[in-house]
T-cell receptor, first 114, second 114 residues
């Protein structure tokens, strides 16, 4: 079946613009994660959804970052008033249940803020 | 603070060599540890998942070991090939969360030259 998809794959924004990044998880997957990966670094956790409930947003770097998953499937990560330090690859991952299963990652959205 | 560290940061080897990548983590209370592969511009592909009760996992030319007491894991790649060139990431699911939030190391960039 289809894997995790993300769109757009690349986004260039001017500083101060708002952006919205979309994640389509694998159908039926309960858990959805967002990670931020800076150049040359490993991914860092941003937020977690169980179905439509956002259970952990402790990794969001500021109140400019907002994520939602209103129907428990597609998720959107929104960044308001983008700053240059927001430039990174944003990865989405999903897993079937809460237990110890592996997470399946999408290809990421590469955001460049000028 | 729960942290994951990988050494070396980069490794270049000739084709055919056996090699070892290292991962260390600060808290021995873990649920599991995963090794991922990341190709440029691509998402993460899970290679091996070791549960906390296991000591090692094998898949083809890959073997991963886990020593919780010392906070270490190694990924052994036998008979390396140019196609193995990629960034290898170690990720730990630490205890204390009821879901699969992962903490990543910064990665090891592997280059296998013909």
């Amino acid at each position: 079946g289809a894997g995790v998809s993300q769109s757009p794959r690349y986004k260039v924004a001017k500083r101060g613009q708002d952006v919205a990044l979309r994640c389509d998880p694998i159908s039926g997957h309960v858990s959805l994660f967002w990670y931020q990966q800076a150049l040359g670094q490993g991914p860092e956790f941003l937020t977690y959804f169980q179905n439509e409930a956002q259970l952990d947003k402790s990794g969001l770097p500021s109140d400019r970052f907002f994520a939602e998953r209103p129907e428990g499937s597609v998720s959107t990560l929104k960044i308001q008033r983008t700053q240059q330090e927001d430039s990174a690859v944003y990865l989405c991952a999903s897993s079937l249940i809460l237990s110890q299963e592996t997470q399946y990652f999408g290809p990421g959205t590469r955001l460049l803020v000028l | 603070k729960q942290e994951v560290t990988q050494i070396p940061a980069a490794l270049s080897v000739p084709e055919g060599e056996n090699l070892v990548l290292n991962c260390s983590f600060t808290d021995s209370a873990i649920y599991n540890l995963q090794w991922f592969r990341q190709d440029p511009g691509k998402g993460l592909t899970s290679l091996l998942l070791i549960q906390s009760s296991q000591r090692e996992q094998t898949s083809g030319r890959l073997n991963a070991s886990l020593d919780k007491s010392s906070g270490r894991s190694t990924l052994y790649i036998a008979a390396s090939q140019p196609g193995d060139s990629a960034t290898y990431l170690c990720a730990v699911r630490f205890g204390g969360t009821s879901y699969g939030k992962l903490t990543f190391g910064q990665g090891t960039i592997l280059t296998v030259h013909p």
